[in-house]
């Protein structure tokens, strides 16, 4: 990734802990890279990108500071490493926009403390059980946020906030 890439050249991740578990970013990663698959594949034009050959793949960056864990998710041309700036500036924005809609529609939790969507009836699409797995993911560590194009979510323990 170019060293001067804007924040909708790539989707954020920032973890407010200098030390991960390697459990821990593994699951993330894994299960964002699902999430954004399954949501690229459900619209025509996001999945005409990703069928461009030679494939794109999604890449990643992590950097640590003293007081955070930074991975930033990207795509790449398969065979070159070269920036596919545009598809992820489109899947970038589409995945946050749909990510934050199924927030926004989920967010009650129950009387026990538990989130609805984690709880919900296996009628749920299979998207929305990937997104209930992110968010419990991102959760995990309270001031975690989610970023794409100047449009940042962030997570308590209860909840989450659009920026």
């Known amino acids: 990734m170019n060293s001067n890439s804007e924040n909708s050249n790539f989707i954020g991740i920032s973890i407010p802990v200098r030390t991960l578990q390697v459990s821990y970013a593994s699951n993330l990663l894994r299960v964002i890279q699902a999430a954004i698959r399954e949501l690229a594949q459900s619209s025509n034009q996001t999945n005409q990108l990703l069928s461009e050959k030679p494939s794109p793949v999604l890449s990643s960056i992590i950097t640590f500071s003293d007081e955070q864990s930074i991975i930033r998710l990207f795509f ?39 989130n609805v969507p984690e709880n919900r009836s296996q009628h749920d699409s299979s998207l929305h059980k990937r997104y209930s797995q992110v968010s419990g993911l991102l959760k995990r560590y309270p001031g975690t946020s989610l970023s794409h194009s100047g449009v940042s979510i962030t997570f308590t323990k209860d909840g989450f906030g659009v920026y």
């Open 76 to 114: 790449t041309r398969s065979d070159s490493q070269d920036d596919l700036s545009e598809l992820t500036e489109e899947i970038g924005k589409t995945f946050l926009n749909s990510f934050r809609e199924f927030l926004s529609g989920n967010s009650q939790s129950s009387l026990f403390g538990f």
